[in-house]
């Protein structure tokens, strides 16, 4: 039985097969509502359930109203009434899977790898500034990754990708690839792109690897001649994770276009510059971010930490706060 989900408040409705998310029913449809893992736990597409019923993956049968349910994982059993944080109409999400070439790999620190790949000749990945691909492994599972470089280099992808003691991917895959491996890979995933419609100053919170989807909109945004005010802030434990370093002070060079500020939370002892969470130093400098829009990427526990503090001590607006967290690949994880 297919059911209808309907969005409170608007003319938007939508089809949904009982098996089927509600994510993934809307996406069908042609809309967009915020998500980031699809796993449950980054709770960016969180929403509340105003009417019906929604089988909730992890948690159980939800009956409406409720706030906090996560339509990533949330399953129709009746016709039901939602109000995501945002819904917008896009065209329909056109992925392609495809076999790419690893052209060169580098390791700008020892825990980060940097891989750029190349896509069949001939073949360009259609994708916005900031969204994800899936890399396929050998049994069907996968993991995802940021692209971090911009739409307009479209002959191939780069990834940075970060070394998980025991990780599948990073501690097994990673050490055996070479130039030439072949990799199947799926894009494009996420919803992490930089507002079109909006001119607020921009200030984007990244943590470790957080940084790739961010290169790749700060990129295309200076591309576009974008005139937006950027502030980048970018979090690491030592000097030697902030392992593109030349990168965003190059953009800091060019006066009025791009801010940079590093901030370690365990420098040694002849760092100079900024210290602690990454997310309080942008609270130290800005005491007022009611204008502004904040694009946060990392740790779960960073992007909830900024969301928190930044809308109940700063004033951001919550719409105005986009997230992409960083959680484990595989099969879903649940917080229940």
Same mark, same amino acid.
């Not at 995933?189 to 790749?216: H, M």
């Not at 946060?296 to 109940?312: L, N």
């Given at each position: 039985?297919t059911? #209808?989900?309907?969005?409170?408040?608007? *003319?938007?409705?939508?089809? =949904?097969e009982?098996?089927?998310?509600?994510? *993934?029913?809307?996406?069908?449809?042609g809309?967009?509502?915020?998500?980031?893992?699809? $796993?449950?736990?980054?709770?960016?597409?969180?929403?509340?359930l105003d009417?019906? =019923?929604? +089988?909730?993956?992890?948690? !159980?049968m939800?009956?409406?109203?409720?706030s906090?349910?996560?339509?990533?994982q949330?399953?129709?059993?009746? +016709?039901?009434?939602?109000?995501?944080?945002r819904? #917008?109409?896009?065209?329909?999400?056109?992925?392609k899977?495809?076999?790419?070439k690893?052209h060169?790999?580098?390791? &700008?620190?020892? @825990?980060?790898?940097?891989?750029?790949?190349r896509?069949?000749?001939?073949v360009?990945?259609?994708?916005?500034?900031?969204?994800?691909? $899936?890399?396929?492994?050998? *049994?069907?599972?996968?993991?995802?990754?940021?692209?971090?470089n911009? &739409?307009h280099?479209n002959?191939g992808?780069?990834?940075?990708?970060?070394?998980?003691?025991?990780?599948?991917?990073?501690?097994?895959?990673?050490?055996? %690839?070479?130039?030439?491996?072949r990799?199947?890979?799926?894009?494009?995933?996420?919803?992490f792109?930089l507002?079109? @419609?909006? @001119?607020?100053?921009?200030?984007?919170?990244?943590?470790?690897?957080?940084?790739?989807?961010?290169?790749?909109?700060?990129?295309?945004? %200076? $591309?576009r001649?974008?005139e937006?005010?950027?502030? %980048?802030?970018? !979090?690491?434990?030592?000097? !030697?994770?902030?392992?593109?370093?030349?990168?965003?002070?190059?953009?800091?060079?060019?006066?009025?276009?791009?801010?940079?500020?590093?901030?370690?939370?365990?420098?040694?002892?002849?760092?100079t510059?900024?210290t602690?969470?990454?997310?309080?130093?942008?609270?130290e400098?800005?005491?007022?971010?009611s204008?502004?829009?904040?694009?946060? =990427?990392?740790s779960?526990?960073?992007?909830?930490?900024?969301?928190?503090?930044?809308?109940?001590e700063?004033?951001?607006?919550?719409?105005?706060?986009? =997230?992409?967290?960083?959680? &484990?690949?595989?099969?879903?994880?649940?917080?229940a």
């Amino acid at each position: 039985m297919t059911y #209808t989900v309907t969005v409170t408040g608007t *003319d938007i409705s939508f089809p =949904c097969e009982p098996d089927e998310s509600v994510l *993934d029913a809307a996406e069908r449809s042609g809309y967009a509502i915020p998500y980031s893992c699809r $796993k449950g736990v980054c709770s960016s597409c969180e929403g509340a359930l105003d009417a019906g =019923c929604l +089988d909730v993956r992890g948690w !159980g049968m939800s009956q409406g109203p409720q706030s906090g349910v996560l339509f990533c994982q949330a399953r129709p059993s009746t +016709d039901t009434s939602i109000t995501p944080k945002r819904i #917008t109409q896009q065209d329909r999400v056109i992925r392609k899977t495809l076999t790419a070439k690893v052209h060169r790999i580098t390791r &700008p620190s020892p @825990d980060v790898t940097v891989v750029q790949l190349r896509l069949p000749t001939g073949v360009r990945a259609k994708f916005a500034a900031g969204q994800y691909l $899936k890399v396929f492994l050998d *049994d069907g599972d996968s993991r995802n990754y940021s692209m971090a470089n911009p &739409p307009h280099e479209n002959d191939g992808v780069q990834l940075h990708i970060r070394r998980v003691q025991g990780g599948r991917f990073s501690d097994e895959v990673l050490g055996g %690839l070479e130039k030439g491996t072949r990799l199947r890979i799926e894009l494009p995933y996420g919803e992490f792109s930089l507002n079109p @419609d909006s @001119d607020r100053p921009v200030i984007f919170v990244a943590s470790g690897t957080g940084f790739a989807p961010v290169k790749s909109i700060i990129e295309d945004h %200076l $591309k576009r001649g974008g005139e937006r005010s950027v502030h %980048l802030y970018w !979090g690491a434990r030592g000097q !030697g994770d902030i392992y593109l370093p030349e990168l965003p002070e190059k953009w800091a060079s060019d006066p009025g276009r791009v801010s940079f500020t590093p901030v370690l939370s365990h420098p040694a002892e002849d760092w100079t510059g900024r210290t602690g969470l990454v997310h309080r130093a942008v609270l130290e400098d800005y005491a007022n971010l009611s204008d502004h829009e904040v694009y946060a =990427c990392g740790s779960p526990a960073m992007t909830s930490a900024a969301r928190e503090d930044f809308v109940h001590e700063a004033g951001l607006a919550p719409d105005n706060f986009y =997230c992409d967290a960083f959680v &484990p690949s595989g099969e879903p994880v649940v917080t229940a």
